[in-house]
């Protein structure tokens, strides 16, 4: 399960909508997407793992997606321009 964040089904990214299900959130103890988010959380909100019960600070889980995000991306550009022999 991915994160969810409680009444509101998606989320806005550079003006797109882009559902939650698409983020990424994991919970940084057991590794489970099953967060739960309260509304429009500030880094220092807590954020709830549905499985494991761990409580850490939106900041946190947010960090993380980002640098996972962004290691996907990098690796995603590397695939793309192996193929084109660049």
Known sequence: ???????????SLNGRTMPSSQLGFKCPK?????LKVVGSPKPNDMVTCGECGTN?????VQASAIKA?????AKALRDAFKKTRF
């Open 1 to 11: 399960m991915r994160a969810q964040l409680e009444n509101d089904p998606s989320t």
């Open 30 to 34: 057991c590794g489970s997407e099953g």
């Open 56 to 60: 850490t600070r939106y900041a946190v």
């Open 69 to 73: 995000s962004k290691e996907a991306n």
